[in-house]
């Protein structure tokens, strides 16, 4: 995997070109899935995904120009800390007011993509190019902005407090969920395991404190190191570390202190308590924040929890 900062100029173009196919696809996949109730926003995705294929051609005429015609295959996959986006199968299920946040959101994305490329080539033809496009992913934003006042009912957030609300999530809500899932879920095993072998609440308790601080430090490093946040604007590292680690301890932490009770039943059956409420709050994160239908959140969290709670009881009980 390569770092945005050592990529060569025509490997940028190349991936200005791939990023562009797959935004086009994704908005005539949001064009498709909106059309019978949202005639307006389906159009403007339409618009959009023409405008993503006149950007692409412009990238081509460019590259065949000045590095000729065989292209490298550059995807977003293959640059460390580059813009993402999530599987278009992932996105069939999203209200049409998540469907316009995620269209802002890679329009941000894109704009940044464009801008941090321009200060980064030296040739002028290509410079004006990316800096051209920056300025027109710019303007796809507005564009879904509008468009997403005109279907929302009065009294809708400003559009300062929009794109407040969308670096909140990018850079505090996704980083923090991230870690409460981990330290919810992945720490049950030891924790209960511990619990089911010895049948003593201290003993449960240390294996629970250890692995929560542990899989904290572990979680907040890793968040910190995998995106700068230039381009995808979730923000400072540091800050992104600090809340993943924050809430996988405390998604450890929660049904880890129920065992400082010495009875070991009323601890064990405390701390399942906490872990069903812990499960319902993540479920309950994803539907506010990440525009899961709850439904799906809750089995799939429930589903994931309870295999992992079963493996360490059985664990411990061998």
Not at 96 to 121: G, K, L, S
Not at 128 to 142: F, P, Q, T, W
Not at 279 to 302: G, H
Request: net charge negative.
């Amino acid at each position: 995997m390569k770092r945005f900062a050592d990529l060569k100029e025509h490997e940028i173009i190349a991936l200005a070109v791939s990023s562009e196919e797959e935004d086009s696809q994704i908005y005539l996949n949001f064009g498709h899935r909106l059309r019978a109730d949202y005639a307006a926003t389906a159009k403007m995705f339409d618009e959009m995904a023409e405008e993503e294929q006149r950007h692409k051609n412009m990238l081509l005429d460019l590259y065949r120009k000045k590095f000729g015609d065989r292209i490298p295959y550059i995807t977003r996959q293959d640059v460390q800390g580059f813009m993402t986006r999530r599987p278009i199968w992932l996105m069939d299920k999203l209200r049409v007011d998540a469907v316009r946040r995620q269209a802002e959101m890679m329009e941000i994305q894109a704009a940044n993509f464009y801008e941090r490329a321009a200060a980064q080539t030296q040739d002028v033809d290509i410079r004006k190019l990316l800096g051209d496009l920056a300025i027109a992913e710019k303007s796809h934003e507005v564009k879904v902005i509008e468009i997403e006042h005109r279907n929302l009912p009065s009294g809708v957030l400003s559009e300062e407090e929009k794109v407040a609300r969308q670096m909140f999530v990018l850079q505090v809500v996704q980083p923090g969920l991230a870690g409460l899932i981990d330290g919810s879920i992945s720490t049950m095993a030891p924790i209960f395991a511990a619990a089911f072998a010895t049948h003593v609440s201290m003993d449960a308790f240390l294996v629970g404190l250890a692995a929560s601080i542990g899989a904290g430090i572990s979680m907040g490093i890793t968040e910190a190191v995998s995106d700068d946040g230039k381009i995808t604007g979730r923000g400072q590292p540091l800050i992104r570390g600090i809340a993943c680690g924050i809430m996988t301890t405390a998604g450890g932490l929660g049904h880890t202190l129920p065992y400082l009770i010495p009875a070991f039943w009323t601890a064990t059956g405390l701390a399942g308590l906490i872990v069903a409420l812990e499960l319902c709050a993540i479920s309950w994160i994803r539907w506010k924040y990440m525009e899961t239908p709850f439904t799906s959140a809750i089995a799939q969290v429930v589903i994931g929890g309870f295999l992992v709670l079963l493996a360490g009881i059985l664990i411990g009980s061998l």
